[in-house]
C-alpha cells in the first residue's frame, strides 16, 4: 500500500519567453507529496504556474526537470488512475451526460458490465439522477460542472484533479457546489489535489493548503487544516485561518515584486 | 402547423408572375421550341410512363452516387491530415490549388478520350472537381478543433480510434455536411455535362439526343424532372440526416 498518491521530486518548467527570447522559469524545483486519501489545496496567484503543475501531473505538458510519480492505491507506479475537473466543463455536447460519463470508462478500460451502474451511482451522488438522456447544452452551467464531476468520479481514480472548477460559476452556485462537494465526497474518497486562488475555497475544503508564490512558483507555506468535517462555510475557525494566511501571502508577495 | 404564413406571400406571388409570364410568352413560339408550363407537365408524365425512363435515371443517379462517396471519402481523408500534420498540410497545398483552379470542362473531355464511354468517365470527373473543395472544407474543419477537448481525451487516456469516434469526428460534422451539400450540387451537374458526351446512357445522354433534334421541350422536360428529384433527395434525405445528427443542439431561437 503506497502511502502517498502524488510525489513530486525537484520539478522545474520552462515557458519561452513572450518576447520571443529564451525562456523563463515558471516552475522551478517544486517538491509536493500528497498523501494518500487527504484532499490537498494548492493556493496562488493567477498566472503563477498551477494549473501546469496540474497538466503535467496530468501528463498532457510535459516537464523540463524533476520527477513526478502517480501511485495508485496498490502502489503500483504505472496505470494509476487520474480524473480530472477542468475550469470549463469539456464535455463532449453531442453525447448525452450518460455517454459523456461511458466516454471515460471505455477510454479507461473499464469493464462494460459496470458502466450502467456506475453512471446511476455517480449521476445521483452529484445530484443529477434522471438527467442520463438529456444532452450537456440543455443544462445550466453549474449541471454541466456536475457532470464532469461525475464523469472523473466515475473511474474511481486514484487521484483527483481539480482546476478551478468553480471559478466559472457564479457566486452563490459555486457556493453550493463546494457544500455539495463535500457531501460527495463521504461517499467517495479518492485523493485530491484542488488547485484554486481563493484561499477562502482551500480553507473550507481541504485537510492540506500548500501556498504557491510566483515566478518561479514555488510552495512556501503549507498547512493543515483540523477542523472537523462537516464544516459550516461560516465557521469562524476558517476565517482565522484564512485571515492569517492573507498576511503571509501578502508579505511574500511584497518581497517578489520588489 | 399554420396554413397561412404571411412571410411565405411573396413568394407564392412571383411564381404565379413566373407561371403567367412563361403562358404568355410561350404563345408566340412552336411547342417544342418554348413549351407553355402545362405542355412541359404532360410531357414530362409522358417521359415517365416509358420504364425506360427510370433505368436512364437510375443509371446517372448510381454515377452521381459513386462520385460523390468518392469524393467525400478521399476528400475528408486529404483535408484531415492536411488540418492535423503539418507536413502533410504543405504536401497536398500544391495538389489541391492545381484542382482547384484547372478548368472543370477540360477534365470532362479528358475523362472520355481516356476513359472511354464508360461508367469510369463520369465518376472520374466528378471526383477531381467535387474532391479539392471537400478537401479544403475539412481541412478548415480540422484546424478548429478544440485543444481543450483533445487535452481532455488525452487526460482519461482515450485510444486513438475512441478520439477519432467520439472526439474528432462529431467535431467535423458541420463541415462534413456542409461539404456533402456543396458536392451533391456539383455532383449530379458534373454527371449530366460529362454524360452528354462521354456516356451510352444517361441523362445527360438523354439531353444530347433532344439537343441533335433540337426539341427544347424535352430537354426542359428532362432537366426539370431530374431539378425535381434532387430537390426531393435534399429534402427527404440530406436535411432529416443533418437534423437528427444536430439534435444535440438547442434549438435556434
Not at chain 1, 509536493?32 to 501528463?59: D, E, M, R
Not at chain 1, 464535455?91 to 473499464?110: G, R, S, Y
Not at chain 2, 470527373?125 to 479539392?132: D, E, G, N, R, S
Request: hydrophobic share 50%; aromatic share 12%.
Amino acid at each position: 500500500m503506497a502511502t502517498h498518491a502524488v510525489v513530486i521530486d525537484g520539478l522545474c518548467k520552462k515557458f519561452p519567453s513572450p518576447n520571443g527570447r529564451g525562456e523563463f522559469t515558471v516552475i522551478d524545483s517544486l517538491s509536493l507529496q500528497i498523501a494518500c486519501g487527504s484532499f490537498a489545496s494548492i493556493v496562488g496567484p493567477s498566472g503563477c504556474g498551477k494549473s501546469t503543475l496540474l497538466n503535467i501531473i496530468a501528463g498532457i505538458e510535459p516537464r523540463d526537470a524533476g520527477e513526478v510519480r502517480v501511485q495508485s492505491q496498490d502502489g503500483a507506479d504505472s496505470g494509476a488512475r487520474i480524473g480530472y475537473v477542468f475550469q470549463s466543463p469539456r464535455l463532449l455536447n453531442w453525447l448525452t451526460v450518460e455517454d459523456n460519463i461511458k466516454f471515460a470508462l471505455e477510454a479507461q478500460n473499464i469493464g462494460r458490465s459496470s458502466w450502467n451502474e456506475r453512471v446511476t451511482k455517480y449521476l445521483h451522488m452529484v445530484g443529477l439522477a434522471g438527467q442520463e438522456r438529456n444532452f450537456p447544452l440543455k443544462l445550466s452551467g453549474g449541471m454541466q460542472q456536475r457532470v464532469a464531476i461525475a464523469r472523473a468520479l466515475a473511474i474511481e481514480p486514484d487521484i483527483l484533479l481539480m482546476d478551478e472548477p468553480f471559478s466559472h460559476l457564479d457566486e452563490i452556485t459555486a457556493r453550493k457546489m463546494r457544500v455539495d462537494l463535500m457531501q460527495i465526497l463521504e461517499h467517495a474518497r479518492p485523493t485530491i489535489l484542488f488547485v484554486t486562488h481563493s484561499l477562502r475555497e482551500a480553507v473550507f475544503l481541504s485537510e492540506e493548503v500548500y501556498m504557491m508564490s510566483v515566478k518561479p512558483a514555488r510552495i512556501f507555506k503549507h498547512l493543515r487544516v483540523d477542523i472537523p468535517r462537516p464544516r459550516e462555510p461560516e465557521d469562524p475557525r476558517l476565517f482565522d485561518l484564512e485571515k492569517g494566511l492573507v498576511k503571509e501571502f501578502f508579505a511574500v508577495l511584497e518581497q517578489d515584486f520588489r | 402547423m399554420k396554413f397561412f404564413r404571411p412571410e411565405a406571400v411573396p413568394g407564392f406571388l412571383s411564381a404565379i408572375g413566373l407561371l403567367l409570364v412563361w403562358t404568355g410568352v410561350s404563345r408566340f413560339f412552336l411547342p417544342t421550341f418554348l413549351p407553355s408550363p402545362l405542355a412541359l407537365l404532360s410531357q414530362m408524365f409522358s417521359i415517365f410512363s416509358h420504364a425506360a425512363a427510370y433505368l436512364v435515371i437510375g443509371k446517372t443517379l448510381e454515377r452521381v452516387f459513386a462520385g460523390l462517396v468518392l469524393s467525400m471519402l478521399l476528400g475528408s481523408l486529404i483535408g484531415l491530415v492536411m488540418g492535423l500534420r503539418r507536413s502533410v498540410e504543405s504536401f497536398f497545398d500544391g495538389w489541391i490549388m492545381v484542382l482547384l483552379t484547372f478548368p472543370s470542362i477540360c477534365w470532362a473531355f479528358l475523362a472520355v478520350l481516356w476513359f472511354g464511354l464508360s461508367d469510369i468517365a463520369p465518376i472520374f470527373t466528378i471526383v477531381l472537381i467535387v474532391l479539392p473543395y471537400v478537401a479544403m472544407n475539412i481541412w478548415e474543419g480540422a484546424k478548429a478543433i478544440d485543444r481543450e477537448l483533445s487535452d481532455m481525451a488525452t487526460v482519461f487516456r482515450a485510444p486513438r480510434f475512441l478520439f477519432l469516434r467520439k472526439v474528432l469526428i462529431p467535431q467535423l460534422m458541420p463541415y462534413i455536411f456542409s461539404s456533402l451539400r456543396i458536392s451533391f450540387a456539383l455532383s449530379w451537374k458534373i454527371a449530366l455535362v460529362s454524360e452528354a458526351f462521354g456516356a451510352s446512357r444517361g441523362v445527360g445522354k438523354e439531353l444530347m439526343y433532344w439537343f441533335q433534334g433540337t426539341r427544347a421541350d424535352m430537354m426542359l422536360a428532362w432537366g426539370a424532372s431530374f431539378m425535381l428529384l434532387m430537390v426531393a433527395i435534399d429534402a427527404l434525405v440530406l436535411r432529416p440526416w443533418e437534423n437528427r445528427v444536430f439534435s444535440w443542439r438547442p434549438a435556434a431561437v
